[in-house]
């Protein structure tokens, strides 16, 4: 498939959902709005783009900034041999994203280690728990204003009644 | 007179039989057990120095190594299977993730075992050769020999 193919399907098939596309070293990237990423994704795990795997999933911390987390996306298409970036900004105050989990299995696991360190929550998630740390941990430790000496106290071990 | 002696040459013979019958639980979480495996292996073997029995129950071991990084979730865990050996038991601390927390200076790691359970040699290193192994188990077994022994008809004072 031609490169920015993808992207002028979806520059023209979702216009105002679509901030910005980008080619940074040639790979296509996708700054999109936050309400549209489940459709925007249905949308492209169908032929004929068929982004059938989900590579990765993952959140950046721009502390300072007014949209704070920009969640990012990894998309890839084993028909077509072709990749895809998607990119997303929240805000701090409103820390909700759809849920990925539904549509590709894989989600369940990254979208648990991104609340897990970010804090961010996913909507429609079956089990959003911590996936790294421990229940009783403080905080989301890779977050920039996680103090970098900060260290928490051991939990015991849990017994079984 | 010969009560005092005899009780000398009981700590002397129990502690001979104490450092040269070490059963060694192996707790090993990191790339340290390398090392450990080729201490334990036929090059370096430590069971020249009668430590050579690897339990894998904790019930049945004297003596807990600890070899790599002990993160914040798992130190439960290592207390817990710490609690569930017999007495007498010994620590060996192994590597600088244990022993320190290394160069895992973060939230998620134990900045050194010590924090939880008693140690009784430390093994410095980033891994330590398996010479350093073998010294510290010797110092062990020095420090086992020279300590006051336990045993059950011990008259408690």
């Known amino acids: 498939m031609e490169k920015k193919k993808v992207t002028d399907t979806l520059k023209a098939k979702f216009s105002e959902k679509i901030k910005e596309v980008s080619f940074p070293l040639g790979d296509e990237t996708v700054f999109i709005e936050r309400d549209a990423l489940r459709e925007i994704c249905s949308f492209l795990m169908k032929e ?24 990012v996306y990894h998309l890839y298409s084993i028909v077509n041999k072709a990749r895809l970036r998607i990119k997303t900004r929240l805000n701090e105050k409103d820390l909700e994203i759809e849920s990925l989990t539904p549509m590709w299995k894989n989600a369940n696991w990254l979208e648990r280690e991104v609340f897990d360190m970010f804090g961010v929550h996913f909507e429609g998630h079956p089990y959003l728990r911590r996936l790294f740390m421990y229940e009783g941990f403080e905080g989301h430790p890779l977050r920039k204003d996680y103090p970098l000496r900060k260290r928490q106290p051991i939990i015991p071990m849990k017994r079984k009644e | 007179m010969a009560g005092g002696w005899i009780t000398t040459k009981l700590n002397y013979v129990l502690g001979w039989g104490r450092k040269f019958s070490l059963f060694h639980y192996p707790f090993i979480t990191a790339c340290c057990g390398m090392e450990y495996m080729s201490a334990a292996c036929a090059h370096w073997d430590f069971d020249r120095f009668g430590c050579g029995l690897t339990t894998f129950s904790p019930r049945q071991a ?3 190594m600890v070899v790599g990084t002990i ?41 050194g075992i010590d924090n939880i359970i008693p140690v009784d040699v430390y093994i410095p290193g980033c891994p330590p050769r398996p010479e350093t192994f073998l010294d510290g188990i010797v110092k062990l077994q020095q420090k086992i020999q020279n300590q006051e022994q336990e045993f059950r008809w011990k008259r408690r004072k």
Do not use: H
């Open chain 1, 48 to 71: 004929p783009f068929a982004f059938t795997m989900l590579l990765d999933l993952t959140c950046v911390d721009y502390a300072g900034e007014n949209e704070r987390f920009e969640m």
């Open chain 2, 62 to 64: 004297d003596l807990i």
């Open chain 2, 71 to 111: 993160s914040q979730k798992e130190a439960p865990v290592l207390k817990t299977i710490y609690d569930q050996m017999c007495e007498p038991k010994w620590v060996l601390a192994v590597g600088a993730c244990t022993l320190s927390g290394g160069i895992y200076d973060n939230y998620a790691v134990v900045q």
